[in-house]
């Protein structure tokens, strides 16, 4: 079964640093796996994925994750944090098989940026 | 990106009532559409999928006489709590993908606020 696990519920980190959000994933298969992004009461929006070509993916808003298979993570990364990347962070997992596609997310990682 | 539309993005009701929830995907034709239920400060629950045409997919315990999903055309889902109460109150996040057994994005929509009063 497909599972993720954020290792970290909360960051803090200041303006103008870098950001790492961990995610760690288990799969039968060759995962799918995304990281997206949650303003406060709004919906998702994607920041990347990683889809079996290059384990290097780069994202929006500077945002990059890079797919590392001999240690099942696929952290976020982004070299310096702005006061917009205040967010919750989820590193989600496809399962494939069947009908149907599902997302499997994970707890999410709450990001603070001080100024 | 494509576009997933869902109205209302808050609702009040009182206790009791229905409320229905909308998910249309404006761009693309949305095979299978998803819809997630978030209590505040927590990850996603998947409530079920709904494939087009055919009848939901619930996921345990989720009371699909609670929870209505229809799934009529290939642009639009719909959500209705039925005799809904406070513990409805949530946040629900419907989300839509364009294929079935394929390395495809789910686009999501802007999430409904539910308050039962």
């Known amino acids: 079964a497909q599972s993720v696990t954020q290792l970290d519920s909360h960051v803090s980190v200041s303006e103008g640093t870098p950001v790492l959000l961990r995610c760690n994933y288990s799969s039968s298969y060759s995962p799918s796996l995304f990281w997206y992004v949650q303003h406060p009461n709004k919906g998702l929006q994607l920041l990347l994925k990683y889809t079996s070509a290059a384990t290097l993916v780069k994202g929006i808003n500077g945002f990059e994750a890079e797919f590392k298979k001999s240690e099942t993570s696929f952290h976020l990364t982004k070299p310096s944090a702005h006061m917009s990347d205040a967010a919750e962070y989820f590193c989600v997992v496809t399962t494939y098989g069947g009908a149907t596609n599902k997302l499997i997310f994970g707890t999410g990682t709450l990001l603070a940026v001080q100024p | 990106g494509a576009v997933v539309s869902q109205h209302p993005s808050w609702v009040i009701c009182k206790s009791g009532t229905s409320v229905k929830i909308e998910c249309r995907s404006l761009d693309f034709q949305a095979t299978t559409m998803f819809w997630y239920r978030q209590f505040p400060k927590q990850s996603l629950m998947l409530m079920a999928t709904?494939?087009?045409?055919?009848?939901?997919?619930?996921e345990q315990g989720v009371e699909k006489d609670k929870f209505l999903i229809n799934h009529a055309s290939l642009t639009l889902s719909t959500l209705t709590v039925t005799s809904a109460h406070p513990e409805d109150s949530s946040f629900y996040i419907c989300s839509a993908t364009a294929r079935q057994g394929v390395r495809t994005e789910a686009f999501f929509g802007q999430g409904t606020r539910l308050t039962v009063v």
């Open positions: 709904s494939n087009e045409g055919s009848k939901a997919t619930y």
